[in-house]
């Protein structure tokens, strides 16, 4: 039961609890958005207003694929605005953060594998490297 406490109690599990929330949110955000501008923006173009009611019937069966489309445009919309506004921004900081350390670490002529800039011999390979 300690363990347990200990599991539920760990800073990435309520991190994690509030980013699914927020995901939640925002999609909720995102698909209002896309049902009351980007639709009939769309609608404008294609003629349809409503993409949940594009459908096709094979043999009596109804195949409702504008409820896909739309749901394709809510998930494209939320892709775009999660990259733009979040990984992107974050890559160029860590970039930032990271040009001015120094480097720990080389690659061995012989194996390709990375050793520390220090080292004499590679620890993988054993073949003799030129210092650094």
Do not use: W
Not at 52 to 61: C, S
Request: charged share 15%.
């Amino acid at each position: 039961m300690n363990g347990f406490k200990k599991f539920l109690l760990r800073g990435n599990l309520i991190e994690l609890a509030v980013a699914v929330v927020i995901g939640a949110a925002f999609t909720a955000v995102v698909n209002a958005l896309v049902t009351a501008f980007i639709g009939p923006l769309i609608a404008l173009i294609g003629g349809q207003p409503d993409f949940d009611a594009l459908a096709f019937t094979v043999n009596g069966t109804k195949f409702p694929y504008g409820v896909f489309l739309t749901a394709l445009i809510s998930f494209l919309i939320t892709a775009a605005v999660v990259y733009f506004l979040v990984v992107a921004p974050a890559g160029k900081l860590v970039a930032r953060l990271d040009r001015h350390k120094e480097a720990t670490e080389r690659e061995c002529p012989q194996c390709l594998s990375d050793i520390p800039v220090k080292a004499g011999r590679c620890r993988y390979c054993t073949h003799e490297v030129a210092p650094a």
